[in-house]
DNA sequence: TGGAGGAGGACGCTTAAGCT
DNA sequence: AGCTTAAGCGTCCTCCTCCA
């Protein structure tokens, strides 16, 4: 009888606080197993939210790119639950195998989980950043919530690749002809209206081919962009575009982020500060069909499309082309290496809104 | 018929973790 | 130790709806 009220008294006592203290003392590592609700080590969602409000409220992130930034709050965390920091955070699903849980740190609301499921058991937790990168809130669900918050289910992909070579510093040509059936086309090819907008679709004697287009861009090398910030990425290109359709014999142009850019030339164009070429949710090399106009009866392809790829030095608020590649899409892989293990990453977005995090 | 506003989804650079 | 790559997430674009 008495042994009964002492268990139930100790009950009561396993506050967060409580199940720190042992898991200090046992010096567990996130990597520990514990069985899901074992009084003496697993916290609950509340505890865990409570510790982590407690601990995190009020961090000042400024200054920490993206990847630094979400280390050194997984650090935070686990100091907060008493767990000792791993000189790594190993990949594993979820991250914090002990207590099963992920962690996401969200300025904007768009939450994105790459390349897995939402798991109804496991936590998630959410830290809210201000516009000037201080820890507002920190939030604990579990992945049944956050599956209601997901109203459309859409898993968005994208492609991944590099440059497999070594670069020289000037233009280079990399696709000596277009595939078979576009230099069938090209074979006609007159020349167009200066007026004619590149965003039109491609007409028989209307388009050019590579070597020619080749030609009228190479002398891109060495132009200078504005740069617009690291912040305002999408849109660089835009400058760019305007340049290259210049040089194409185009008297206007205009931005519509449809694929390919000028679809007038079947032709793709990509700024590139970086060594990674985001491809986006296609394969250049695939004989997917385009939503474009057939020519001489025949439906164009992926691969069919030119690909025009800039890459450029930034110093202080200039970009200088310092290399230009054309390929087709055929040709793609044969110079750009695929990122290799999944080749293709998907994710799901979860819009975040004020009423998630007032729940 | 067009502008505002918001949801959905795509795009892009950087970097920690993994690999050799 | 140096290279590779799988994220990580901010931001922007597009499309849809609503209202005039």
């Known amino acids: 009888m008495t042994y009964l009220i002492l268990r139930r008294q100790q009950r009561m006592k396993n506050s967060a606080q409580m199940i720190k203290d042992n898991i200090m003392k046992e010096q567990l590592t996130i990597y520990h197993e514990i069985e899901v609700g074992d ?9 865990m939210e409570e510790l982590l409000n407690e601990a995190l409220q009020g961090t000042d992130l400024n200054g920490m790119a993206l990847r630094t930034r979400s280390k050194f709050v997984k650090v935070k965390i686990c100091e907060a639950f008493g767990y000792q920091v791993p000189k790594s955070f190993k990949k594993t699903q979820p991250r914090f195998l002990s207590q099963k849980f992920d962690v996401y740190n969200q300025k904007s609301n ?36 956050l599956a209601t918050l997901d109203s459309t289910g859409t898993l968005t992909q ?4 590099k440059y497999a070579g070594v670069h020289e510093r ?20 007159n020349s167009f209206d200066e007026f004619t907008a590149p965003d039109t679709n491609p007409k028989e004697d209307e388009l050019m081919g590579i070597d020619e287009i080749f030609d009228k861009l190479k002398d891109l090398i060495g132009t200078k962009i504005p740069y617009i910030g690291a912040t305002q ?39 590139q500060t970086s060594e990674t070429i985001d491809l986006g ?58 990122f290799g293990g999944k080749g293709i990453n998907k994710k799901i977005q979860i819009p975040l809104n004020e009423e998630f995090w007032n729940l």
Not at 122 to 133: A, Q
Not at 315 to 334: R, S
Request: with cysteine; aromatic share 14%; proline share 4%.
């Open 39 to 47: 009084p003496e080590f697993w916290y609950s969602t509340e505890q």
């Open 281 to 338: 949710l296609f394969t250049p090399n695939s004989y997917e069909l385009l939503d474009i106009p057939q020519l001489n009866n025949e439906s164009i392809s992926m691969l069919d499309v030119r690909y025009a790829i800039f890459y450029g030095d930034v110093i202080e608020d200039t970009i200088t082309i310092t290399h230009f590649y054309l390929v087709t899409g055929e040709d793609f892989f044969t110079y750009f290496k695929p």
């Open 170 to 189: 000037k233009a280079t040509l990399l696709s000596e002809c277009d595939t078979d059936f576009i230099q069938s086309i090209t074979q006609s090819y």
């Open 110 to 145: 768009n939450l994105q989980i790459w390349n897995e499921e939402i798991s109804p058991s496991r936590r998630y937790v959410l830290i809210k950043i201000s516009f000037d990168d201080i820890i507002t809130q920190v939030k604990v669900v579990t992945g049944d919530v």
């Open 233 to 271: 990425e999408r849109n660089r290109g835009g400058h760019l575009h305007k340049m290259i359709c210049d040089a194409l014999g185009y008297n206007n142009f205009k931005e519509n982020g449809q694929f390919p850019d000028i679809k007038h030339q079947l032709l793709e164009v990509k700024l």
């Open 158 to 161: 994208k492609y991944q690749a």
